[in-house]
């Protein structure tokens, strides 16, 4: 049986891994950290790690990625979508007003991991400007938090998962800025996934071009659309090496061993850019999963 390193239980991530192995057994693993869940991998203790890598509201997952560029080196093996539906979470007798809603101005203090945070900064801004926010290791840290704090006048954002395993109440349902949020997941690790097949295949590689190489950029892109390659994400970030110094992270909608892809990226090479694959692997939509 398969071992999964991921996020505590009512996490995003937690949810989110449940659908993409709906019907498999699996032993779970849980983290308090995303660190944990790479080492956890990297150790050969799990065969897996989940890493929530975009979102719709927040885009790239900035220390995610870093995390799995620069700090360890497990391939991808497949990738997935899964809504992020955020939640206000505390205890109603806390929070009470006198006609029986909520009153926002009771909490004192909220907690969540920094993307839901991010997701819901609006409704934080409206509704909560009182408030302290503090950042934790995961949405359901958080709520795991408020359960132990009773009359701290505390709340969370996260899952209605979490909110029901740690006996709390929902203050405010579905409090992101924008509808249609959803989260692009990664599951690294050194075996193939084969629980389900798609019909959509995608490679991920890093590009660090040459330095002095006016338009090299451009060469790389040429390389991808002279031979009608689809890129769906180019986006760069520091090497960390020298200010001012950047690879590039570009998704591509082609499996590795399609016939042009090998061809574009020796050209690439040719041109005296480094090239990394970090994995060439099955995407899932959620409709897919469902
Ligand atoms: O903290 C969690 O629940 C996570 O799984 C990370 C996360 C947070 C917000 C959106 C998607 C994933």
């Known amino acids: 049986m398969k071992t999964i390193a991921v996020l505590p239980a009512g996490s995003v991530s937690d949810e989110a891994v449940k659908r993409l192995f709906a019907g498999e057994e699996m032993k ?15 150790n050969s203790v799990s065969d897996y790690s989940v890493v929530p890598i ?6 790239s997952v900035n220390l995610h990625v870093d995390w799995l560029v620069h700090e360890v080196d497990l391939p991808i093996q497949a ?17 009470a007003s006198e006609e029986g809603g909520i009153d926002f101005s009771k909490i004192k203090k909220v907690m969540s991991h920094p993307v839901a945070i991010a997701q819901c900064l609006q409704f934080l801004r409206s509704r909560l400007p009182h408030a302290e926010i503090e950042t934790v290791g995961s949405t359901s840290e958080g709520v795991k938090i408020v359960k132990d704090n009773p009359d701290a006048g505390w709340a969370a954002i996260g899952t209605m998962t979490a909110a029901s395993n740690n006996g709390l109440d929902v203050l405010s349902q579905g409090i992101t800025d ?4 959803y989260t692009r997941f990664l599951l690294v690790g050194s075996e193939p996934f084969t629980v389900r097949k798609s019909d959509k295949q995608k490679t991920s590689i890093l590009i660090t071009l040459p330095e002095d190489y006016p338009g090299a950029l451009h060469q790389v892109l040429a390389a991808f659309a002279w031979r009608k390659i ?10 960390k090496k ?7 992270y570009i998704d591509i909608e082609m499996a590795l061993d399609t016939v042009l892809l090998p061809s574009a990226l020796e050209e690439i090479e040719a041109l005296g850019c480094q090239v990394r694959i970090l994995g060439s692997y099955p995407s899932f939509t959620y409709e897919q999963l469902l």
């Open 28 to 42: 779970w693993e849980h983290h308090r950290l995303i660190a944990d869940v790479f080492m956890s991998t990297v």
């Open 54 to 59: 975009e979102n719709t509201i927040e885009g």
């Open 79 to 95: 990738e997935w979508v899964y809504p992020s539906i955020q939640n206000l979470i505390g205890r109603r007798s806390e929070a």
């Open 178 to 181: 924008h509808d249609n949020n």
């Open 230 to 239: 689809n890129l769906s994400k180019i986006e760069s970030r520091p090497t």
């Open 242 to 248: 020298k200010l001012g110094n950047y690879y590039f």
